[in-house]
């Protein structure tokens, strides 16, 4: 077969093509594009509250604060003493107000895929229709450059704050929505059988039942969402996302080693104060679980 009478579009069919797709979505950002900009700034608002909060508070309070959240997470002194000391190491290198950016992001957007995610994983695990929609869009998010969502993005809102949150959310949501979905779906049989024996509807075998058994996987979903979160940093530093990602993409920029490596230490050095906390949250929960399913 001879490749080169493979039927295809003409330069100039798929020029009118792009032309036709970018002056629609242009049409609509400018049409629409202060109403969607407008819907977002109560989410902008809150993330802004967030920074000034944790920036503009005495430093042995947000560190009291954070030993005191690991702790309550994780139940571990070893775990809450790293924190607390990678947290001032931080904050010697002169790295604290980026960092609190930093998590001040990872934080409104984590918390944005738990609210969007557990709901559409519930979906999922209720209908079989529902999951062999959702999968595939799942699969475009997960694969696709975010370079290339970035763009319309960009056009719709901007260089800021919202944009990097949402490239951030769509980046790290499909592993909240895909456990949130295996979870509830891996929830023992018998144990369903005997809440409808007990005359349990479908809402209360959800709420009492189904997310509690389904927690330690939910968690596992939190934990993969954080780290991809934070995986996004120095992407979302590319559209006006201000902190550690940005100090990252400077030192690249002006060949910067020393403040390129501790910019990413310190993005490490959060990734694992937020996987240690929260793997031992879930093993807990995991525990518990067990414990009363056994």
């Known amino acids: 077969m001879d490749w080169t009478e493979f039927p295809s579009l003409s330069r100039g069919q798929l020029l009118e093509i792009k032309k036709a797709v970018d002056g629609s979505f242009k049409a ?11 819907f977002f700034n109560p989410l902008q608002d809150f993330l802004v509250f967030l920074e000034r909060l944790m920036i503009n508070s005495p ?17 571990r002194i070893s775990i809450t003493i790293s924190t607390v000391l990678a947290l001032s ?9 980026d960092t609190m950016r930093t998590v001040a992001m990872v934080t409104v957007c984590t918390m944005l895929a738990i609210v969007l995610g557990i709901p559409i994983g519930i979906l999922m695990a209720k209908s079989n229709r529902v999951q062999s929609f959702v999968n595939p869009v799942l699969d475009l998010m997960q694969t696709m450059p975010s370079f290339v969502y970035l763009i319309p993005v960009v056009m719709i809102f901007g260089i800021g704050k ?31 059988e005997a809440a409808d024996a007990f005359g349990s509807n479908a809402r209360q075998k959800l709420v009492n039942v189904q997310l509690p058994l389904a927690l330690p996987t939910i968690m596992a979903g939190i934990n993969q969402c954080i780290m991809m979160s934070l ?23 002006n060949q910067y080693l020393t403040a390129g490596m501790l910019s990413g230490l310190s ?26 399913h056994g």
Do not use: C
């Not at 609509?28 to 407008?38: A, K, L, P, V």
């Not at 190491?89 to 107000?97: D, M, N, R, Y």
């Not at 201000?242 to 920029?253: D, T």
């Open 28 to 38: 609509f950002t400018r049409e629409y594009g202060d109403h969607i900009d407008s």
């Open 59 to 75: 430093w042995p309070v947000v560190l009291a604060v954070f030993g005191l959240f690991v702790f309550l997470l994780s139940r």
């Open 89 to 97: 190491a931080i904050g010697v290198f002169g790295l604290w107000e």
């Open 162 to 192: 919202v944009p990097g949150l949402i490239a951030v959310v769509i980046y790290a949501i499909p592993p909240m929505i895909r456990l949130t979905n295996l979870g509830i779906r891996l929830v023992d049989t018998d144990v369903l």
């Open 231 to 253: 995986s996004m940093v120095v992407v979302a530093s590319m559209i006006g996302v201000r902190g550690l990602g940005q100090e990252v993409l400077n030192a690249i920029n």
């Open 267 to 292: 993005i490490v050095a959060i990734a694992i104060i937020f996987d240690r906390a929260t793997q031992a949250y879930g093993k807990r929960l995991q525990r518990h679980a067990e414990v009363v």
